[in-house]
Nanobody, 124 residues
Framework: EAQIVESGGGLVQAGGSLRLSCTLS????????IAWFRQAPGKEREGVSC????????YYADFVKGRFTISADSAKKTVFLQMTNLKPEDTAVYFC?????????????????WGRGTQVTVSS
């Protein structure tokens, strides 16, 4: 059974860093695209970043370019999101999701499997 578990969230001051982990089980780790989405209270879920596991090509939302880096460790079947220079507006629940193939990376409905999320809170 495919399963996704996120970890690494927490409370950090503005300007700080966090590294989120997305551990996958029941996946072949090939032919999948793994994305991070986030959802703040009262807002829609939005795409943050995605990595195509076939070629490790990364995709980023404009609002995180230069601050966040996505990477994958195939041996550990884990995808990481390194977040630096965090801002209060980055506060949200961060979700990891997987899709077989790669449709538009930032559309939630393209993704089949989802984790339960991890809370990231950035204080000013």
């Amino acid at each position: 059974e495919a399963q996704i578990v996120e970890s690494g969230g927490g409370l950090v001051q503005a300007g700080g860093s966090l590294r989120l982990s997305c551990t996958l089980s029941g996946f072949s780790f090939d032919d999948w695209a793994i994305a991070w989405f986030r959802q703040a209270p009262g807002k829609e879920r939005e795409g943050v970043s995605c990595i195509n596991l076939d070629d490790s090509y990364p995709y980023y939302a404009d609002f995180v370019k230069g601050r966040f880096t996505i990477s994958a460790d195939s041996a550990k079947k884990t995808v990481f999101l390194q977040m630096t220079n965090l801002k209060p507006e980055d506060t949200a629940v961060y979700f990891c999701a997987a899709q077989d193939g790669l449709g538009p990376w930032d559309r939630p409905h393209e993704y089949t499997y989802w984790g339960r999320g991890t809370q990231v809170t950035v204080s000013s």
